[in-house]
Nanobody, 117 residues
Framework: QVQLVESGGGLVQPGGSLRLSCAAS????????IGWFRQAPGKQRELVAS???????DYGDSVKGRFTISGDNAKNTVYLQMNSLKPEDTAVYYC???????????WGQGTQVTVSS
């Protein structure tokens, strides 16, 4: 059974940091792309970062230089380190997975990140 489980969200002050985790089961990160999307109220879902086979990374323009995605293939887990957080980073963050040449197929339940003083 394929499953993605996010953790690590919460409330943080502007300028602070959080680390999100996405634990995958039922497939291997070696052959998949894992992405982090976010969705704020009234806004479209946005791709924040992705990692292919636990190695190759890509970032959305709004988070470049502040967020870092990484993978631990042995633990089948992907992390999103978020630094210098801004109020506009407030959203529900979703972990998602797809085959390298496929569409986003699997989704986690989402974790809330709130940046506020």
């Amino acid at each position: 059974q394929v499953q993605l489980v996010e953790s690590g969200g919460g409330l943080v002050q502007p300028g602070g940091s959080l680390r999100l985790s996405c634990a995958a089961s039922g497939f291997s990160l070696d052959y998949y792309v894992i992405g982090w999307f976010r969705q704020a109220p009234g806004k479209q879902r946005e791709l924040v970062a992705s990692i292919t086979s636990g190695v190759t990374t890509d970032y959305g323009d709004s988070v470049k230089g502040r967020f870092t995605i990484s993978g631990d293939n042995a633990k089948n887990t992907v992390y999103l380190q978020m630094n210098s957080l801004k109020p506009e980073d407030t959203a529900v963050y979703y972990c998602t997975g797809r085959p390298r040449l496929g569409t986003w197929r699997y989704w986690g339940q989402g974790t809330q990140v709130t940046v506020s003083s």
